[in-house]
Every structure is written in structure tokens, then in C-alpha cells.
């Protein structure tokens, strides 16, 4: 499962947010992704990849800037 699919999945059952709104360039915020909410998505990324995320790492903003964030901790992922 990719980073996206991961994202997706998660919002649908925690949020209910409509899967088609759930692209790379849609804000965070205007999904309704409060700070509770994506800590909870980061925890289930490093749960799912067996990575730890560090805490100073920079808020995402966007879809596609959550999908960078993980993808540069994933194991087995160019740097």
C-alpha cells in the first residue's frame, strides 16, 4: 500500500472524508484535518512501516506534502 492509498483509507474511516476530495494538491485543512487528526494518521503510517517520524518534523500542509513526509521515512524508499 502506498502512501496515498494509506491516507486515503485512514481519512475515509476516521474522518468519513469523501475519497475523491483526497487529492495530492487538497489542503489539509479545507478536508476539516485538524492537528489530532493527522498525528493520528503519522502514528498509523509508523505502525504500518515500522518507522519512527521525528516530532520537529515540519507541519504538512497539503496532501501531496503528507505523502513526502512519510515516503522520506519509509523503509526501502530512495532519499
Excluded at 40 to 54: D, Y
Amino acid at each position: 500500500m502506498d502512501a496515498l492509498e494509506l491516507i486515503r483509507q485512514f481519512l475515509t474511516e476516521h474522518t468519513h472524508t469523501d475519497p475523491a476530495l483526497l487529492t495530492p494538491d487538497a489542503r489539509l485543512a479545507d478536508l476539516g484535518i485538524d492537528s489530532f487528526t493527522l498525528l493520528e494518521l503519522i502514528f498509523a503510517f509508523e505502525e504500518r512501516w515500522q518507522v519512527s517520524i521525528p516530532n520537529d518534523t515540519e507541519t504538512p500542509d497539503t496532501v501531496r506534502d503528507l505523502i513526502t513526509l512519510v515516503e522520506r521515512f519509509r523503509p526501502n524508499q530512495p532519499a
